[in-house]
């Protein structure tokens, strides 16, 4: 029979005090963001038509985002890393509200372009931003279920944010003003209002909390301390270390590989449930969102598995050969319930690795080094967005089917299945817990 020690004990509590403060928080930030990334898949339903979009046009559109998000993504992780992430979030959400609710104006296929390039410049840097101050306050034994936390942010703003936005949609008319254009504009203010609170609520280190009291700062503290001692690239490391790293070049490839999931399905899939269902919008929003809600679900369990039992490999890449399995399976069923019911775990499949890489990824760094190797790894997975939907919508005016553009996602997705066995495979955690007790 084992005993609880003080270290387990300050565990447990700090812990608790982290979910509670932290995760909530960030989850709600997330869950804004991905709403204003990922609606234009919703207001594509009326605005294509309003605006004289084909397909391709409707591509080049999303993917422009990524153009200027991907330049971005190191300098703004960077900058972050050095002026602190309280100010350096606000300022993201704050320009980034401003420039979504501004894509209610828009009038041209050339105006839509320019936005999404701005709505991409404004953006980036949030999501590895987050990712590393994460990595600030939880240790390894945590980490996966952290992240997993964060990411059901993303997928519940699909759940609520496809729907919402369909419902905004039949606000078509309202004032002489087109129900997409309503949908961005609600949907864009709240990013800048939660930019203003992130300024007065969100603390820079665990040393600075009122939340945590002494036993719990220095237990954290001390924890995450020498957690930095034993990573592979330190805090001590210059931040362009990370350019030199073949790990880092081969956890690159990983996130790329999966982007063509999260960035391929995810941004077609109304448009793809609509061409298989045939409903309405209304119906093809909530369609679209049941696989999300699989996702929250996957990612959670996905996560708590992999650190609970310390294994990163299998977790890894195991969902997304699964999930590689399933869309290809999906694509050559002739019944459509049952393409629909592989298309929701799919997706759900998909998402559930995502916890379990920055988990990986983050123990394997620290420092600037850390902050540039985030940033680097999700700049470059988001070159899926630059040209996979360009690609997808020319595949789509071509064969007037999906069908081929996702059999390509279903490739990439079983070869990064296998990548993540890899490189999961030899990322053993070392009990720092154990070393930290002993040596304090």
């Known amino acids: 029979m084992t005993h609880a020690t003080p270290d387990d004990s300050l565990h447990a509590g700090t812990m608790a005090r982290l979910n509670l403060k932290l995760i909530p928080f960030l989850m709600l930030l997330y869950l804004i963001a991905y709403i204003d990334k990922a609606n234009i898949s919703v207001a594509a339903l009326q605005m294509n038509a309003d605006l004289g979009l084909t397909a391709r046009m409707y591509g080049i559109g999303v993917g422009l985002f990524f153009v200027t998000y991907i330049l971005l993504e190191v300098p703004s992780n960077l900058i972050l890393s050095r002026v602190g992430a309280r100010r350096w979030i606000a300022r993201i959400m704050i320009t980034w509200g401003l420039v979504a609710a501004s894509m209610s104006l828009v009038r041209s296929a050339d105006q839509l372009y320019v936005m999404r390039l701005l709505l991409g410049a404004a953006e980036a840097g949030f999501t590895p931003g987050i990712i590393y101050y994460l990595a600030q306050w939880y240790p390894r034994s945590d980490r996966a279920r952290a992240m997993s936390f964060f990411y059901i942010g993303a997928a519940l703003a699909s759940v609520i944010g496809l729907p919402l936005s369909g419902a905004f949609l039949h606000l078509d008319g309202l004032l002489g003003i087109a129900g997409w254009r309503w949908l961005f504009l609600l949907e864009g203010l709240p990013a800048a209002v939660l930019g203003v609170v992130v300024l007065r609520y969100l603390p820079e280190s665990p040393e600075r909390t009122h939340w945590l009291d002494a036993a719990q700062k220095r237990w954290l503290t001390r924890t995450l301390a020498a957690e930095r001692e034993t990573t592979a690239i330190s805090h001590h490391d210059a931040w362009h270390v990370a350019f030199r790293s073949r790990q880092v070049w081969l956890l690159s490839l990983f996130w790329l590989l999966q982007a063509f999931g999260t960035i391929g399905i995810t941004l077609f899939l109304p448009l793809i449930v609509q061409s298989v269902s045939g409903q309405g919008a209304f119906t093809v929003s909530l369609l679209s969102a049941l696989p999300f809600l699989f996702a929250c679900l996957f990612m959670y369990l996905n996560g708590r598995r992999s650190d609970l039992s310390g294994e990163r490999g299998l977790h890894l890449g195991g969902p997304l050969l699964g999930a590689g399995i399933l869309l290809g399976t999906a694509v050559i069923t002739d019944s459509q319930p049952l393409a629909y019911a592989m298309l929701v775990f799919t997706v759900a499949l998909n998402w559930a690795a995502t916890p379990v890489f920055w988990a990986t990824t ?16 999700n700049a470059i997975a ?34 990064g299945g296998l990548l993540g066995l890899h490189l999961g495979g030899g990322q053993a955690r070392r009990p720092v817990r154990d070393h930290v007790s002993r040596s304090h």
Do not use: R
């Open 362 to 377: 983050t123990e394997y760094l620290s420092g600037p080094a850390a902050a540039v190797s985030i940033a680097l790894i």
């Open 382 to 415: 988001n070159i899926a967005g630059l040209g996979l939907p360009p690609v997808m919508g020319w595949i789509k005016d071509t064969t007037h089917s999906y069908d081929y553009a996702l059999l390509l996602v279903a490739c990439a997705l079983l070869a």
